[in-house]
């Protein structure tokens, strides 16, 4: 019925019929694209409608210094996280017509009272152009090498023995010049005095992300080549000077693929989570097997979920069409006059909703704006945490209080961001067994974060 080159290829055109503002300059930089996609299937005609309902360009995050307590600045502005966040502003509006008596292209009414439910003819794709950040970016340069990293459970004895100490042989290791990883990031890499080996990147390597172990738990071992990073571990981007709270694009993925895309809030109104039904991925260097690893194996054995929940594994597609944007083609179309070639500073959001589809940002603030509407709505992106938050109110605001879903009838003692989150009773029970069972370590933000109204 469809092809990931066709999938791809949509994306892409999309893209390049969006306006300029925040597309990267030619030649000298470069970024990430993602998008979701819906199907929409007839039976009666053998076909399927294909729509692109959000995409999302971006590399970059912003440090945990200057996260903001208003829930108004982007934290993460990777490709994959942008286009989540479209897509659920535009499952707020199709809620918010299904609630209020219009045509909604995605819900009916579900068997509960106040619950609604995906169509059945209606599914969803995710698209990347580029394999996600994090553990699914990890693999050996010769893929037909059998993978050569510890998985978690064989390091976590050895890591919690010598936490504390330097790592095995450090002293023996020198710098030597860095290699770029999957993400278009420069990583160090050393080199064994002992043996004095080349600081020539040999085939014997691995591909590498730019994303850091998240504190207290295993490290990577940053021995050469092969050896270098440990497989299957949670994973902090880098940000911008200060570390980050933000976990890789292979670990929310892999949330997704438990919990819904659909976050906590919009769970309220539906009778079971959303998930991808498949993930495509455009042409790049890529492993099966570690995306495999990354989004699927790793929450595979999580049992214990509340009715609705369950790991639902996307299927893994890859295309042979690749990104023109990305690093590898800037590089091609570099001059000598145009500088030093750097990731996009820009983030692009488009969805399908009637009012201002198109949000570019810049340091998580919108772009283009001045230090004197910092702080205030004019400054903020469409997609933060408050500027959802406050569209999922309006969405409470037109429910017929007789169709008012059970969980929000104490709407009374209900004000701040965080507590319409928690009093998401089923999605936070998932969350746990998902926390519990696959992802102990994983960074949540501070509750003060979360406070905002």
């Excluded at 108004?72 to 502005?77: E, G, K, R």
Aim: aromatic share 8%.
């Amino acid at each position: 019925m469809w092809t990931p080159d066709e999938i791809a290829s949509l994306c892409y055109d999309h893209f390049n019929k969006l306006p300029k503002r925040g597309k990267p300059e030619v030649g000298r930089e470069w970024t990430l694209l993602a998008a979701v996609l819906q199907l929409t299937h007839s039976p009666e005609n053998k076909s399927v409608h294909k729509q692109i309902v959000s995409l999302g360009t971006g590399t970059k995050c912003i440090g945990k210094s200057v996260m903001s307590l208003k829930g108004d600045i982007l934290n993460d502005s990777h490709a994959e996280v942008i286009a989540r966040r479209g897509c659920v502003r535009y499952l707020t509006d199709q809620l918010y017509k299904a609630v209020s008596g219009q045509s909604s292209a995605v819900f009916c009414p579900g068997t509960e009272k106040g619950r609604w439910m995906v169509k059945p003819d209606v599914s969803f794709i995710f698209f990347t152009s580029q394999t996600p950040c994090g553990d699914a970016s990890i693999f050996p340069m010769n893929l037909s090498q059998a993978q050569p990293c510890k998985s978690v459970k064989e390091t976590q004895h050895e890591e919690q023995e010598r936490r504390g100490l330097k790592r095995p042989a450090e002293s023996d290791l020198e710098e030597r010049p860095r290699i770029k990883s999957r993400d278009g990031r420069l990583v160090e890499q050393k080199v064994d005095k002992a043996s004095n080996k080349s600081n020539e990147i040999s085939k014997d390597d691995l591909h590498r992300t730019g994303a850091k172990c998240v504190p207290e738990g295993p490290t990577d071992p940053l021995q050469p080549g092969l050896l270098y990073h440990n497989v299957g571990l949670l994973r902090l981007k880098p940000g911008r000077g200060d570390s980050t709270l933000s976990l890789s694009c292979s670990d929310k993925i892999a949330r997704w693929g438990v919990l819904g895309f659909q976050g906590a809030l919009l769970s309220h109104y539906l009778q079971e989570p959303i998930y991808f039904s498949t993930v495509v991925v455009g042409k790049c260097p890529y492993s099966h097997e570690a995306m495999e690893r990354a989004l699927n194996t790793r929450c595979a054995h999580v049992s214990d979920l509340p009715p609705g929940f369950s790991a639902r594994p996307p299927e893994l597609l890859q295309s042979d069409l690749e990104f023109t944007y990305n690093h590898t083609h800037t590089e091609s179309k570099h001059t000598n006059t145009q500088g030093r070639i750097s990731p996009c500073g820009a983030a692009i959001s488009w969805c399908a909703v009637s009012h201002q589809p198109l949000d570019v940002t810049a340091n998580g603030y919108k772009q283009g704006v001045t230090k004197k509407v910092l702080g205030t709505p004019q400054a903020r992106s469409l997609i933060t945490k408050v500027e959802l938050f406050h569209s999922f109110l309006k969405l409470v605001a037109v429910t017929p209080k007789d169709q008012c879903p059970e969980s929000l009838r104490g709407e009374s003692e209900l004000r701040t961001y965080w507590d319409y989150k928690q009093a998401a009773g089923p999605y936070q029970q998932a969350w746990t067994q998902l926390q519990l069972q696959a992802f102990p370590l994983w960074c949540r933000s501070p509750r003060d974060l979360l406070l905002f109204h």
